[in-house]
């Protein structure tokens, strides 16, 4: 599986983004997709993920502010509405094919966030 993240910028902050990511290859068997985050000097950190039964998952930090999305299991999305400064980050996003154990990250996208 191929993933291109897309939809990264500066952005003032209260702003809004939307991240998509595409998926190619061996996607039938995708059930979790997912948005990651990294920000300077800290670890990788679940944003958003959804599965296949639209099961959603928020970090507490994004709850009511970014929603995640999808189009069958070629593209995700991620709404970001009221953006802060420390959403600044590198976000990834993330596959997942449970039945082979496989999990597959795209390059990462930079979203900055100016107060």
């Known amino acids: 599986v191929q993933l291109q993240a897309s939809g990264g910028g500066l952005v003032q902050a209260g702003g809004s983004l939307r991240l998509s990511c595409a998926a190619s290859?061996?996607?039938?068997?995708?059930?979790?997709m997912g948005w990651y985050r990294q920000a300077p000097g800290k670890e990788r950190e679940l944003v958003a993920a959804?599965?296949?039964?639209?099961?959603t998952n928020y970090a507490d930090s994004v709850k009511g502010r970014f929603t995640i999305s999808r189009d069958n299991r070629k593209n995700t999305y991620l709404q970001m509405n009221g953006l802060k400064p420390e959403d600044t980050a590198v976000y990834y996003c993330?596959?997942?094919?449970?039945?082979?154990?496989?999990?597959?990250w795209g390059k990462g996208t930079l979203v900055t966030v100016s107060s």
């Open positions: 959804i599965t296949t039964d639209d099961n």
């Open positions: 993330n596959v997942r094919r449970d039945i082979v154990h496989m999990e597959y």
């Open positions: 290859g061996s996607i039938a068997t995708i059930n979790y």
